[in-house]
């Protein structure tokens, strides 16, 4: 796979190429420019041409895929009954805060935060619960265990949305910092609803671990939502895999989400196997380019962007850029939109800890990547 190539994204759909001028590069919605996997497109152009597109099933075999994939990654063991399937995991999350909570409950996440984890509530009348990470002496960033239990307690909080890997800082928990959260969770009657969507993109050896797989008792209180969409760059598909091992919270969960969540359409689901199914070595391959943009980025920083501190991700294609030094006032998206040329997301919409800070996705060429550094330097440099 050429991930050097250059496709053309404009004249497509694309959200992310489409929405802004055609002289800005954009380098925001978390999806990548590369081709999926080739088994990705070969199964789909041969489901459309048997031309008939009535209700089904997944595709049979789909669900021993997913649980041979992640007893494959994770010693995890999970049975048939414990998957289902949904659109996409901000819907799997939202299935599971809105059948658990009610009004005037509350629902934490560390933040900065993805930010549908701070809307999701509050649009319908839960509290969203910030617990700010914080940057260790060894510049990586950590959480306030004794803030996240305290918070818990004070707020009654019922639902921890976990992200791991981290949306947007890149960091990959660590089996203590996992346990922690578990046992907290545990002892403060909270549900966990794990977002593991980024888990398949690690660096540096860094491995990924299921929260749930930790522990029979930890598994109870925890639904788990993976998804090839990142990974293989087929989120317009929408196809996420949920995974609820306790019956009577799989059974909440599917109450709730039946007539009002369909299951997602024929077609993702069969890229969803194939992805998973024959996109190990494309996989592979990805994560070497991936890394590879973001140790560029990472001396780019040092030697071209005066001003701009990062603590270097562990996983996903996301770098979370501290800007705070720049002194810019205003809103630094629309600086670097207007200034340089290039389309990150602002800080603030991942809460007050983003305040000072723009998320940059480099899951893009090197060449696309290298032009909007340069353009960024030449901005700055004009402060």
């Keep these: 796979m050429n991930f050097d190539e250059c496709i053309d994204r404009r004249c497509t759909e694309s959200l992310k190429w489409k929405l802004y001028p055609a002289d800005v590069l ?39 895929v997913v649980i041979d994939r992640v007893n494959r990654l994770y010693d995890w063991d999970v049975g048939q009954m414990d998957i289902s399937y949904v659109p996409g995991i901000v819907t799997g999350f939202n299935i599971m805060i809105r059948s658990l909570c009610k009004k005037g ?45 305290q918070q818990i307690i004070e707020n009654d909080v019922k639902v921890f949305i976990l992200c791991n890997p981290q949306n947007p800082t890149g960091r990959v928990f660590t089996l203590k910092e996992l346990e922690k959260f578990g046992e907290i969770c545990l002892r403060q009657g909270v549900t966990i609803c794990s977002d593991e969507i980024h888990c398949d993109i690690l660096f540096d050896d860094h491995k990924h671990i299921p929260i749930a797989s930790l522990d029979p008792e930890i598994s109870k209180i925890t639904a788990t939502f993976i998804a090839p969409s990142k990974t293989y760059n087929i989120a317009g598909l929408h196809a996420s895999v949920g995974i609820i091992q306790d019956e009577a919270l799989r059974k909440t969960y599917c109450e709730f989400r039946q007539y009002l969540v369909s299951n997602p359409c024929l077609l993702s689901l069969v890229a969803a196997k194939a992805a998973y199914e024959h996109g190990d070595e494309w996989l592979k391959e990805q994560n070497a380019y991936l890394q590879a943009n973001r140790d560029y980025l990472d001396q780019a920083i040092h030697e071209k962007l005066p001003g701009i501190r990062w603590s ?59 032009q909007a550094i340069d353009q960024m330097a030449e901005a700055i440099a004009k402060i």
């Excluded at 070969?42 to 089904?56: Q, S, T, V, W």
């Excluded at 770098?319 to 002194?327: P, Q, S």
């Excluded at 207007?338 to 899951?363: Q, Y």
């Design 26 to 64: 954009p380098l925001w919605v978390a999806d990548t420019d590369f081709l999926s996997p080739e088994a990705v497109r070969n199964e789909l152009k041969k489901r459309i041409d048997h031309g008939i597109f009535g209700y089904g099933l997944p595709p049979e075999g789909l669900d021993q």
């Design 105 to 149: 409950d509350a629902v934490i996440f560390q933040s900065p935060a993805y930010p549908p984890f701070i809307s999701s509530p509050e649009t319908v009348g839960l509290k969203a619960v910030h617990n700010p990470m914080f940057l260790g002496e060894d510049g990586i960033y950590q959480v306030d265990f004794e803030l996240f239990e």
């Design 312 to 370: 270097k991700p562990e996983a996903t294609f996301l770098a979370w850029l501290d800007c705070r030094e720049l002194g810019i006032e205003g809103n630094l998206q629309e600086f670097f939109i207007e200034n340089a040329k290039v389309c990150l997301n602002d800080g603030p919409t991942f809460g007050k800890a983003g305040e000072g800070f723009v998320r940059l996705n480099f899951g893009t060429t090197r060449a696309r990547l290298e």
